[in-house]
């Protein structure tokens, strides 16, 4: 099936760095999403991007994030600075529509600040 | 603001068994969108089954059943025939129908299918 691209698998920084976790959704897909994952519990919605902006935010998507997918290309979290409150697994979704059409995941990337 | 709740943190049972999971939610749109999600022990999130909030029949794919009770505001998934396979976190998930809001996801109920 259609397959959504999440690079680095893990990364382990330095508390106070820059981060950019990379996705690659699916093809034809028209809306993103991150979301944040700690020690393989609840996913904790952070935020949904659609057209070229962000279209919902939760609280968790502090001032430190950022997302964009200059291009169509790689659809990116940013994290500036980081905090050790950021280590999680980060899972990328897209799906082709919103309401109710299912999302696809990646893998994620599992983030460890030290 | 919509909310998911997963009460059973974890199930166990014998394969070839069925095993109910039980999910609530809360919305205040009448238009909605119920999905389950699986989990399995390498991190792999799967799409299984949705349910449309307007639609009375239950949907079913495969050994994947669910148990709609609107008035109730839940969403069962339902498994005849567990595999050992199955073993994983099972999340349900709800997307409001009148935005293009993200879904919101519960905690998840970690299933154990034992031989």
């Known amino acids: 099936g259609p397959k959504v691209l999440q690079i680095p698998s893990h990364q382990i920084i330095d508390m106070g760095q820059m981060v950019t976790l990379n996705c690659d959704p699916v093809s034809n897909h028209l809306y993103f999403y991150w979301y944040k994952q700690i020690l393989g519990q609840q996913m904790e919605f952070l935020v949904n991007?659609?057209?070229?902006?962000?279209?919902?935010k939760s609280k968790l998507f502090k001032d430190q994030f950022s997302v964009e997918r200059p291009d169509g290309s790689y659809f990116t979290l940013k994290i500036q600075p980081t905090a050790l409150e950021d280590s999680a697994v980060y899972f990328c979704?897209?799906?082709?529509?919103?309401?109710?059409?299912?999302?696809?995941f990646g893998p994620g990337t599992r983030l460890t600040v030290l | 603001a919509q909310k998911v709740t997963q009460t059973q943190t974890s199930i166990s049972v014998v394969e070839k068994t069925t095993v109910t999971m039980d999910c609530v939610y809360e919305?205040?749109?009448?238009?909605?969108?119920l999905f389950w999600y699986k989990q399995t022990a390498s991190g792999e999130i799967v799409f299984l089954i949705r349910?449309?909030?307007?639609?009375?029949e239950n949907a079913t794919v495969g050994h994947y059943s669910l148990n709609f009770q609107k008035p109730k505001s839940s969403i069962g998934l339902i498994i005849t025939a567990t595999q050992i396979e199955d073993s994983a976190v099972y999340f349900c998930?709800?997307?409001?129908?009148?935005?293009?809001?993200?879904?919101?996801f519960g905690a998840g109920t970690k299933l154990s299918v034992k031989p």
């Open positions: 991007f659609y057209n070229g902006k962000v279209m919902e």
């Open positions: 919305t205040r749109d009448s238009s909605y969108f």
């Open positions: 349910q449309d909030s307007y639609k009375k």
């Open positions: 998930a709800m997307r409001e129908g009148y935005n293009n809001n993200a879904p919101r």
């Open positions: 979704a897209s799906s082709f529509g919103g309401s109710s059409y299912e999302q696809y």
